[in-house]
């Protein structure tokens, strides 16, 4: 097994201001969060013409990958990266690609070919999540059931996968005689059956993947797979945290602006004390969330202390979120439960990472074991 992240030289923190001003000029002169609207209801996903502006000519599908594979940057890239698209939503698969699939693949340190091409914007999605959405070893959906000469045969259904309907291969965790291992998939395979599923989230797409004797390569071997997958979990915990803190500021920021220009009994809404304490409220959360992620970023060279910090900023960083976006739900009044304004799109992001990759609950319970209380 590899280092999962970029062992390059790191940005300085004013390449890492450009690095987020490109990508939120990118994002606003896609519309911001109207790259959400233009997708199919029935069919959350990708926006290939976004996608293909971030992760191909700016380089963002290669983000803390190995340097052997065109990868640059480590996690302080990946958390800006992921924090700008959080505040516009952006429908592209930084998480599901680059980030969990991509650091899968680079911990197996046996797949050059197909890292080059996630580098280049190939999309490739993940399918390790048991049946409540968590990564367990010990409960993997998907299992080798027989080997056709040096070929693994995978039967089971995997729950749960990112942008699994738009990806062009499959990384997947499945249980053999050795333990848990990772095996990569192509989706057109007859023994695969990709089903797009409807999620509350309108900007990232969710696919139930099913298998019955699908071929497929072996990434790992002797039970490798799942010191992989928890390590590049947790690399993904924190781009996540810092998906939710940019989504929680930009709720915030479109709750001041609003409370601040609405007048009621001619006077500013915010000039009442119930909103002044809540819009206080908002930001101690949001604060608190961003005080995670950027300690979180500072372990990313110790993984027993990136396992704590990751497993802190989302026992955190998920409700944060989801409380500043139902209070900007609430504190836009009428306005803010309409399907024209966007107040409903960060709620729905804001719940649906509140259970992506586990709760709040299960990361307390990790963060409990790993600490030995």
Known sequence: MTSTLTDGPALSDAELDDLRETVRTVCADAGGTAAVRRLPEAAPGIDATLWDTLGRQVGLAALGLPETAGGIGGLAEIAVVCEELGR??????????????????AGCGTADETLA???GGRVHALA????????????????????????????GTAPFVL???????????????????????DPHDPGVTVRRVPTLDLSRGQALVSFSGARARALTAGGEGAE??????DVALVALAADQLGGAQAALDMTVAHVRDRTQFGRAVGSFQAVKHTCADMLLQVEAARSAVVRAVRAAHSPDALAEAAAVAQAWCGEAFVFVAAECVQLHGGMGFTWEHDAHLYFRRAQSDAALLGGAAHHRERLAALLGW
């Open 228 to 233: 992989v997958v928890t390590r590049a979990l």
């Open 117 to 119: 091409r996630l580098a």
């Open 163 to 185: 942008d699994g309907a738009d990806a062009e291969a499959l990384v997947v965790a499945a249980t053999g005689t050795d333990g848990v291992d990772l095996f990569l998939v």
């Open 128 to 155: 390790v999540a048991s049946s409540d959405g968590t990564w367990r070893p010990d409960a993997v959906p998907v299992a080798v059931t027989s080997w056709q000469g040096s070929v693994p045969v995978l039967d």
């Open 88 to 105: 516009t939503l952006a429908p592209v698969p930084v998480l599901s690609s680059t980030v969990l699939a991509g650091q899968v693949l």
